[in-house]
């Protein structure tokens, strides 16, 4: 099971930092990725992180401003949400499944568990 938290509402600009908490013995052999969703429009990828925390992927548009990180201690991953962007609601997912190329984060299709979700807006 994954658990969202952390989202909320911000100005253009601001910050949030969403966290995902993971139940199960086997968090710390998952990969794990955060998509986000605008009501009408297809789930896009933002970031993914291996299950050892070495490798990882961002979408072009949060390249340089999010940041991915795991604490497998703690079966939590986090993602830094900085100078957000565009007057918008979408809602972040959390994913998670083995996968065995780091080529795989940025695919949703690859990951067969995922969070309820956590609905972030920001405002101009």
């Known amino acids: 099971q994954l658990v ?3 989202g909320g509402s911000v100005q253009s600009g601001g910050s949030l930092r969403l966290s995902c908490t ?3 013995p086997s968090f710390k052999s998952y990969s794990m990725g955060w ?9 896009e ?6 299950w050892i ?4 992927s961002y979408g072009s548009s949060v390249q340089g401003r999010f940041t991915i ?19 918008a609601t979408e ?3 959390c994913a998670a499944d083995q996968l065995a190329l780091a080529s795989e984060l940025g695919d949703s299709g690859e990951y067969d568990y ?3 979700g956590t609905q972030v807006t920001v405002s101009s």
């Open 4 to 6: 969202e938290s952390g």
């Open 22 to 24: 993971a139940s199960g």
């Open 35 to 43: 998509f986000r969703q605008a009501a009408g429009s297809e789930r």
């Open 45 to 50: 990828f933002v970031a993914g992180i291996s």
């Open 53 to 56: 925390g070495d490798t990882t």
């Open 69 to 87: 990180s795991r604490d497998n201690a703690n079966n939590t991953e986090y993602l830094q949400m900085n100078r957000l962007q565009h007057a």
């Open 91 to 93: 809602v972040y997912f």
């Open 114 to 116: 995922w969070g309820q």
